[in-house]
């Protein structure tokens, strides 16, 4: 049975860095798009980043663009989302998540929550002033 064991969240002042790490356990090798999620207290889960099994493409919401920075080793099976500048606004559980549209293209990602199929379990990350 596959499964997105998150890690790596964390305590963090204002302006500190955090690095998430997404590591898929199970049998089959990763072999498609993977994305970020996250969810503040009483608020909608909202797309963070998402990147191709390849990691030729990725995208970011436009309030983490130019901080945090998808990555994949697929070799290890695992995604990372470096987090930088963070704000008290990026406090949130952040989910990966796998989306399995389709297998070995290098070119697919979706910031649609509704097209990943397979989830972690979470990270919490909070971000102090």
């Known amino acids: 049975q596959v499964q997105l064991v998150e890690s790596g969240g964390g305590l963090v002042q204002a302006g500190g860095s955090l690095r998430l790490s997404c590591a898929q356990s199970g049998r089959t090798r990763s072999s498609y798009a993977m994305g970020w999620f996250r969810q503040a207290p009483a608020k909608e889960r909202e797309f963070v980043a998402a990147i191709s099994w390849g990691g030729g493409n990725t995208y970011y919401a436009d309030s983490v663009k130019g901080r945090f920075t998808i990555s994949r080793d697929n070799a290890k099976n695992t995604v990372y989302l470096q987090m930088n500048s963070l704000k008290p606004e990026d406090t949130a559980v952040y989910y990966c998540?796998?989306?399995?549209?389709?297998?070995?293209?290098?070119?697919?990602?979706?910031?649609?929550?509704?097209?990943?199929?397979?989830w972690g379990q979470g990270a919490q990350v909070t971000v102090s002033s």
């Open positions: 998540a796998a989306d399995r549209t389709y297998y070995y293209s290098d070119t697919y990602y979706s910031r649609n929550g509704a097209t990943y199929d397979l």
